[in-house]
């Protein structure tokens, strides 16, 4: 029984490692996930701005079309002041064309705002657009790593997986089959030794027939809370015999 345990030691030695490689493989991708994911987040983000600047780029269009109306309409009244008959009439027509300056001179105070909001809109979207850059070459790389990452994970785990086979034939199936199962129910770990007494796993202190008998190797111990294989470390029980 010695043996058996001691090649399910191997075995599990090699499995703990295929399980977290395993693991790593399935995670470094979606790390890659989360840096692209924000990519598109800060691209939509510089599309709002773009989209907010030329809202404001055609209200400041809107605004200069309707000054130069009213530029018109000035020069227009200016005009038609020298046609006028009466006294009466010149005044209206003078106040009419104060109250068409005084409309352009307020345009023109909005057009400085709308310009400074251009302005204001337009450093926004660049510097936007530079976190865009910056980030899209900083999950390029993050790529290539990622994709080089991935290349020696499964070179590990195939070579692991090459030992493993040398391994197998050493455990009988049935046995193998209950190692196995627990080691897929219990993240990659189904034998663990026995600490002090307790489960090397979940740390639940075993009953002493327990102890005794993976003390003494004849048949699987099992851990009656996690069910995972128990195994008394000669070394460190030696003073416990
Ligand atoms: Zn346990």
């Given at each position: 029984m010695s043996a058996l345990i001691?090649?399910?030691?191997?075995?599990?030695?090699?499995?703990?490692?295929?399980y977290r490689l395993r693991n790593e493989l399935k995670l470094k991708p979606l790390i890659l996930e989360e840096a692209r994911q924000r990519?598109?987040?800060?691209?939509?983000?510089?599309?709002?701005?773009d989209a907010r600047l030329k809202t404001v780029q055609l209200q400041h269009k809107e605004k200069e079309i309707e000054l130069s109306t009213k530029e018109s309409n000035t020069k227009k009244l200016q005009a038609q002041l020298f046609q006028v008959k009466t006294n009466?009439?010149?005044?209206?027509?003078?106040?009419?064309?104060e109250r068409s300056k005084a409309d352009a001179s307020l345009l023109e105070e909005d057009i400085l705002k709308v310009i400074d909001v251009i302005e204001r809109a337009k450093q926004e979207y660049q510097q936007q657009q530079a976190v865009v850059a910056k980030q899209q070459d900083a999950l390029k790389i993050e790529e290539a790593r990622v994709s080089k990452d991935l290349e020696i994970l499964k070179a590990d785990i195939a070579a692991l997986e090459d030992k493993r086979k040398a391994l197998v034939p050493a455990v009988a199936p049935q046995t193998l089959n209950t190692y196995e199962r627990i080691l897929a129910n219990r993240d990659g770990l189904a034998m663990v030794p026995l600490i002090e007494n307790s489960c090397g796993g979940c740390h639940m202190v075993q009953p002493p027939q327990v102890v005794n008998e993976a003390l003494i190797q004849d048949k699987l111990v099992m851990c009656g809370s996690c069910s995972r294989i128990l195994y008394a470390d000669e070394v460190a029980d030696a003073g416990a015999l």
């Open positions: 001691e090649s399910l030691r191997k075995l599990q030695a090699i499995d703990g490692e295929l990519v598109a987040e800060q691209q939509a983000k510089a599309q709002a701005s009466k009439e010149y005044s209206a027509m003078q106040q009419e064309i």
